[in-house]
Nanobody
Framework: QVQLVESGGGLVQAGGSLRLSCAASGFTFKRYAMHWYRQAPGKERDLVASIKDDGGSTNYADSVKGRFTISRDNVKNILYLQMNRLKPEETALYYC????????WGQGDQVTVSS
């Protein structure tokens, strides 16, 4: 079955960096666009970044443009999110997602940015 497992989260000071990884299995990873979402306590889950199946095109929420980079390794079946200059308000659970009629989600990885 489809499995998405995030890792790389943790505690970082404001202005710091983290790189999230999402290990994918159970499907042909290179055939799917992928997304990163985040959900802060008491808030909706928001789309952060997207990448096409071949990695040739990416999109970002306005709030992270210029600071976050989504990428993928279609040999290792891993999705990445490099996050730089992190802000306290970006404290959230970060999820990777395979979109579609039956979307698949990882369990989420906590990112905490201290001020």
């Amino acid at each position: 079955q489809v499995q998405l497992v995030e890792s790389g989260g943790g505690l970082v000071q404001a202005g710091g960096s983290l790189r999230l990884s999402c290990a994918a299995s159970g499907f042909t990873f290179k055939r799917y666009a992928m997304h990163w979402y985040r959900q802060a306590p008491g808030k909706e889950r928001d789309l952060v970044a997207s990448i096409k199946d071949d990695g040739g095109s990416t999109n970002y929420a306005d709030s992270v443009k210029g600071r976050f980079t989504i990428s993928r390794d279609n040999v290792k079946n891993i999705l990445y999110l490099q996050m730089n200059r992190l802000k306290p308000e970006e404290t959230a659970l970060y999820y990777c997602c395979r979109p579609g009629t039956s979307a698949s989600w990882g369990q989420g990885d906590q990112v905490t940015v201290s001020s």
